[in-house]
């Protein structure tokens, strides 16, 4: 029997073990002159060896300086940070002053150094001389904002500790800042700190945008040290290394191990952190212990050669770790235990672990693994609870996939200023009453000086967000991060450039394991999108080779796309590195697909021909450039080095992180200059490249652009400026019934927009401005209306008289509406329905601002002019299609609050998405949510699949699952998948949409629709059976092939048959069971507005929501018969429900059913 952790058992919530300064301080009293922080040697300084007693001594003198200021508990400092001892000894004398510490690393962009002093309000500045030495001073625009926002206490402007211990920091009016307080330099300041006292202010990744600020407790920061001293053989003779990054938080167990155990800290010189060098400072200096990110662990161990043999324990925090990394750090350092730790910010410190044992001790160990390192089971008195998503009062058995969550007395206390977030993710354990242990703290307490900062325990538990597993071992396997080749052929396929494709695992010439992924084009879509770069396409018969046909120039562009595509979505170790554009996938006797046909990719090597167009480009290229792309052929195969252009990016030609690291040292060998990996990586393109090699070799140091950030993150920054200060806040209670309201609406011809007409004026007093593009007049613009109503069978003439058309275009500057219609709806509309949208699948951000982006900021412009006006801006689920939340929808985390909070800021999506529609939505969601703050009222709606309305069956035959029906009946067969299907009927969709516009929340508030309740996937296909038609369920794996067989057997016109099918190609080929997975939405906001609405509208409570039935899915299959998109059934089964009469016909009549008119 597996022990898997109980919840309910005591973790020593009381179990404080002290400050980690006065540990420190006792340290230094306990042996002065033992070595305590060595710098070791660069190319400018000697190396420097600081003692216990020197550091505390130096520390102390800051500590007192800032109490003797008025610097106290709680207060932010912030320190303008270097990797050197001097970060040291700011660190602990913040601390040691009650203070919380924040670091601001250099080298941040200034806009993000003015955010992270924006949500930390410092009350104290230091800055490191070396930071200001090797940065220069801080830029104009954050010291401006220093000068007239902060109300700083004191500042260090110039913290420097000679190398005879004597610290100074400049000095104030001719006199030494630090004069009053060298006295007390042996002492601490009269400070006390207890276990809820906050010592740090950290943040989450950057990735996210604006930061949140998590507050550390000092309970955390020492709890686990004693643990990990004895499980890990840790001790004062261990020698610790500093390599994690300056502001992460990492960097504070680099600092706070070593210092509490009385052990010794080597801090390596900036350019022995490379690539090669690391080893080499590893090898001469003997450091015991490290931490790294598993990023850090690539530079040590890549183009290495010098072997490291003192390491004896590596941690691993932060990111994935793979066996591959393992394998080869096993090799260069063959005593070292490597442990993989598992936490957050937000649980302070890594809170589970797993170790695998040194290459000496055990050289099978990595066996049996798999490709991803486990996260491994909780630290002492921390347990990872692995909670079941049907039942939360449930836990997890091995094998069974759960929610997880930390259980542990050293949880983070929170977010700063963020107490809703607070509630959603440090939440009280509902396994056990608190109580039990204040009472069990009582009879323990002793009167100790630090309860007075104590809040008593708190038996809380950490949402995670991830979901996993127990293994038999009973260790924890965090899902989603490993390397599956399925799962990036699904990403693959969700490509439109993409009709087939298939991924393997390829070794090259020097027998390294590559990703290789086989791609079959989409050429109509690939026509397309030739078209809309404006470039023309290239002759190219392709080349035989075997059973296949492999193109070597037409689709070379084809491959950045992809590579984008695939970016978007997946680790960047998932990536594949080499893409063979095939005519078609060989296919065995069996109907699948013949791997051992499929070229290797050595055999393609050099015979890519450069076209004229690449030789004149090639001509063009400086000395420097032409070396370069020679050096970039050499690693990347079958790249011929005079196809590459001046703006191709090594990552993108099929550059990955190990080819980088060998690219930097023939570069090195071959042109004699030194360039980073971070030069690299902010420079990825050969000019961009070769410009720093040619400053390095001229004596200039490089250039790095600190603030590269994707274009449409970039384009929100900026078109936050220019959004109006304030904006006017309407008043929904002014809109009743009786007093009436009229509505602006956009996109009223598309599918949803059909339902929106319907909904508004099914109301009592209400009226329509619609806005209608692409015709040359009013009275058009209302037959175009008119005509999609009745195709939808929907119109009534009773709503001739109350709706108002006007003409424009969302392309153009407001709207497109002429200076009259802007003053009509300005002056007339209550409520704005921004319905509309440019829908391309292919189109970059830049080609979609205008339509998507602009328009909404003129939607808000217009809310601001005439009347005050509500906002109901209807958004796209496609803004949480990143990383980050594409794993929540992959793992369907579900119950309580939801997997995706209506309250999300959706910084998770700052970047990574990967197509520009996606993009346009994220950016317009951002601006509509900051007017929200500036005074608009309103609301974002996020739909799920829009299904077919709930009484006539009218449905979209553009739709995923509709498709995916008809795919289903043609194939003669249905998978069996069980994912739950968020898909919600378009007439309640309209209601939400609406309803959210007359009754929003105070300010701008998502509002997500999601169907309740939800059908799975077999059920909801299961209905195709119980109607009638000849479709056995069958297993996923089979039903691939079937498809397979199909398509491969199909014509190669784009008949009504194939044009069903493709669509679906993609996902089906790969893996539809996990890219079908959607996770549960939190609809709190939803069913706000829909109780609002049925009190103060429609008197019919619509809150419970609506789900998709069996007979509403009998009525789609109707309609759809009906309107010859699909066969009727011709099985035994139940007779499908009927619609109303006419609607079809309705539909063949005025030609609507897909989602034409959208825009």
């Not at 609002?1092 to 018969?1121: H, K, N, P, Q």
Request: proline share 5%.
């Amino acid at each position: 029997m597996v022990d898997l952790p109980d919840p309910t058992i005591d973790l020593d919530w009381s179990g404080y073990v002290g400050a980690i300064h006065e540990i420190f301080h006792k340290n230094a009293q306990s042996h002065p002159d033992r070595p305590c922080v060595t710098e070791t040697k660069s190319q400018t300084t000697p190396t420097r060896t600081f003692t216990y007693r020197q550091i505390s001594e130096a520390s102390n003198t800051i500590a007192n300086h800032l109490h003797d200021a008025g610097i106290t508990n709680g207060d932010v400092v912030m320190i303008f940070a270097h990797r050197s001892v001097e970060l040291v000894c700011a660190f602990m004398g913040t601390l040691a002053a009650g203070a919380t510490v924040t670091v601001l690393d250099p080298l941040y962009p200034p806009q993000r150094q003015q955010i992270y002093l924006e949500v930390s309000q410092p009350k104290a500045l230091i800055s490191i001389g070396k930071a200001v030495d090797e940065n220069g001073p801080l830029a104009p625009v954050v010291q401006k904002y220093i000068d007239e926002e902060l109300s700083l206490k004191t500042q260090l402007p110039n913290l420097r500790l000679s190398d005879a211990g004597v610290l100074s920091s400049g000095e104030q009016d001719t006199e030494d800042l630090f004069a009053s307080v060298r006295a007390k330099a042996s002492s601490l300041p009269d400070v006390i700190v207890g276990p809820d006292s906050n010592p740090t202010l950290s943040y989450t990744s950057g990735s996210e945008g604006k930061p949140k600020a998590v507050l550390g407790r000092h309970y955390g920061l020492t709890r686990y040290f004693p643990w990990m001293a004895e499980r890990f053989n840790l001790s004062s003779e261990s020698v610790f290394a500093c390599l994690s990054g300056i502001a992460h938080d990492p960097i504070q167990r680099d600092i706070m191990t070593p210092l509490f155990l009385g052990a010794q800290l080597l801090i390596p010189a900036k350019e022995d952190i490379q690539h090669e060098k690391l080893s080499e400072w590893m090898n001469a200096w003997s450091p015991t212990v490290t931490h790294l990110t598993p990023a850090m662990g690539q530079i040590l161990v890549g183009g290495a050669t010098a072997k490291f043999p003192s390491l004896k324990h590596v941690f691993f925090v932060g990111d994935i770790l793979t066996t591959r990394d393992c394998k080869v750090l096993r090799k260069l350092g063959p005593s070292c235990a490597i442990v993989n730790m598992y936490g957050t910010t937000e649980t302070s410190r890594a809170v589970s672990y797993f170790e695998i044992p040194s290459a000496e001790a055990d050289p099978t160990a990595l066996d049996s693994l798999g490709d991803v390192v486990p996260a491994g089971w909780g630290m002492h008195n921390v347990q990872v609870l692995v909670v079941s998503r049907d039942d939360h009062n449930k836990m997890c058995g091995v094998g069974e996939v759960g929610e997880l969550y930390i259980r542990a007395a050293g949880l983070a206390e929170g977010y700063l200023g963020e107490p809703e977030k607070n509630k959603e993710k440090f939440i009280e354990n509902w396994f056990v009453d608190n109580a039990k242990w204040v009472e069990a703290d009582k009879a323990s307490a002793n009167g100790e000086p630090w309860r007075q900062y104590y809040k008593g325990p708190r038996d809380r538990l950490y949402r995670t967000g991830d979901l996993g597993q127990y293994l038999p071992s009973g260790a924890v396997q965090i899902r989603g991060f490993r390397i599956e080749l399925n799962e990036i052929d699904a990403n693959l396929g969700g490509s439109p450039l993409i009709r087939d494709c298939k991924t393997l695992v390829r070794r090259d010439r020097n027998e390294e394991p590559n990703l290789v992924s086989y791609i079959v084009p989409e050429i109509a879509e690939w026509k397309r999108w030739l078209e809309a770069q404006n470039q023309e396409d290239v002759e190219d018969e392709g080349v035989e080779m075997g059973s296949s046909v492999v193109y070597l120039k037409r689709f070379r562009r084809i491959q950045a796309e992809v590579r984008d595509h695939l970016k978007a979505r997946l680790p960047v170790y998932a990536v594949p590195s080499t893409y063979i554009v095939l005519q078609k996938l060989p296919l065995n006797p069996n109907g699948k697909v013949d791997t051992p046909a499929l070229p290797f990719p050595d055999t393609t090597e050099m015979m890519e021909d450069a076209s004229e167009e690449d030789l004149k480009s090639w001509e063009a290229l400086s000395e420097t450039e032409k070396t370069v792309a020679a050096q970039w052929a050499t690693l990347i195969k079958g790249l011929n080095e005079k196809t590459i252009k001046s703006e191709s990016d090594f990552f993108d030609c099929g550059g990955h992180s190990l080819l980088a690291q060998q690219l930097l040292l023939n570069i090195r060998k071959n042109l004699g200059v030194d360039i980073t990996i971070g030069v690299l990586y902010a420079n990825p393109t050969l000019s961009a490249l070769s410009t720093q090699i040619d400053r390095l070799k001229s004596g200039q140091a490089p250039m790095v652009d600190k603030a590269a950030e994707a274009v449409y993150a970039k384009s929100l920054d900026e078109l936050v400026n220019t959004l109006d200060a304030k904006y006017q806040s309407a008043d929904p209670a002014a809109l009743s019934p009786s007093a009436g309201a009229t509505f602006f609406l956009t996109g009223a011809t598309g599918f949803l927009g059909a339902y929106l007409v319907q909904d508004i004026l099914s109301r009592q007093n209400t009226k329509l401005l619609v806005h209608i593009r692409g015709v040359k007049d009013t009275a058009a613009a209302k037959e175009r209306l008119t005509r999609s109503l009745k195709g939808y069978a929907l119109w009534q003439d009773s709503w001739a008289d109350r709706i108002d058309c006007v003409l424009g275009d969302l392309s153009k500057p407001r709207l497109g509406l002429d200076d009259a219609s802007w003053k009509q709806v300005a002056d007339k509309a209550d409520v704005i329905v921004h319905n509309a949208a440019y829908v391309h699948w292919i189109a970059r951000y830049e080609q979609m601002m205008r339509s998507n982006v602009l328009s909404t900021i003129d939607a808000m412009k217009l809310c601001n002019e005439g009347k005050p006006k509500i906002l109901s801006f209807v958004s796209s689920t496609s803004t949480l299609d990143t990383e980050h939340y594409v794993n929540l929808s992959d793992k369907e985390t579900a119950t309580g609050r939801g997997a995706v909070l209506e309250e999300d800021d959706l910084q998770g999506s700052r970047s990574g998405l990967g197509t520009g529609y996606g993009q346009t939505k994220w950016v317009s969601e951002q601006l509509v949510r900051e007017a929200g703050k500036r005074g608009l009222r309103g609301a974002v709606i996020r739909p799920g699949y829009i299904l077919g309305s709930r009484h006539g069956g009218v449905s979209n035959t553009d739709d995923f699952l509709i498709r995916l029906c008809k795919g289903c009946v043609q194939l003669k067969a249905r998978p069996r998948i069980v994912n739950s299907v968020n898909a919600v009927p378009v007439d309640h969709v309209a209601r939400v949409v609406i309803a959210a516009g007359l009754n929003p929340l105070p300010g701008v508030n998502v509002v997500h629709v999601t169907a309740h309740p939800r059908l799975r996937m077999n059920e909801f296909l299961s209905t195709l059976s119980y109607y009638g038609y000849d479709v056995p369920e069958v297993d996923y794996e089979e039903w691939k092939t079937q498809l397979e067989e199909f398509v491969s057997a199909g014509a190669v016109e784009k008949d009504q048959e194939q044009s069903a099918l493709m669509p679906l190609f993609h996902m089906a080929t790969s893996d539809l069971p996990s890219t079908t997975r959607a996770p549960e939405l939190d609809d709190r906001n939803a069913v706000a507005v829909l109780k609002a609405d049925a009190e103060r509208w429609t008197g019919v409570d619509d809150s419970a929501g609506e789900g998709i039935t069996r007979e509403d899915i009998g009525r789609y299959l109707r309609f759809l018969a009906e309107t010859k998109f699909m066969p009727l059934p011709t099985g035994r089964g139940r007779e499908l429900p009927p619609i109303p009469a006419g609607v079809a016909e309705a539909q063949a009549q005025f030609g609507v059913g897909g989602r034409g008119g959208a825009a």
